[in-house]
């Protein structure tokens, strides 16, 4: 099994910052791609910004120039840097890896249960 931790939402003022992280845990070989999505009340899940194993990175025209992700391959984690956040970045935030198990098995798609992240305007 694979079990994957966000941590850090909370309510924020406008123009702050919080900082997201994801720790990935169980039977674990190796992650390829990590990221974060989100979806806000009413909304389909979207991409926030995702990293692959090299740390090549993407981010959504939304969060670009705003948002950092990085990840520590050693330690299993992705992270979330938020500054200059806006209201509309109101969203459950979900932590998301693709994770090989052992060399043989396919990739498995992982999901976080989801850190709430709201921004008061």
């Known amino acids: 099994q694979v079990q994957l931790v966000e941590s850090g939402g909370g309510l924020v003022q406008a123009g702050g910052s919080l900082r997201l992280s994801c720790a990935a845990s169980?039977?674990?070989?190796?992650?390829?791609?990590m990221g974060w999505y989100r979806q806000a009340p009413g909304k389909q899940r979207e991409l926030v910004a995702t990293i692959t194993g090299g740390g090549k990175t993407n981010y959504a025209d939304s969060v670009k120039g705003r948002f950092t992700i990085s990840r520590d391959n050693a330690k299993n984690t992705v992270s979330l840097q938020m500054n200059s956040l806006k209201p509309e970045d109101t969203a459950v935030y979900y932590c998301?890896?693709?994770?090989?198990?052992?060399?043989?098995?396919?990739?498995?798609?992982?999901w976080g249960q989801g850190t709430q992240v709201t921004v008061s305007s």
């Open positions: 998301n890896a693709d994770v090989r198990r052992t060399p043989s098995l396919r990739k498995l798609n992982c």
């Open positions: 169980g039977s674990i070989f190796s992650i390829n791609d």
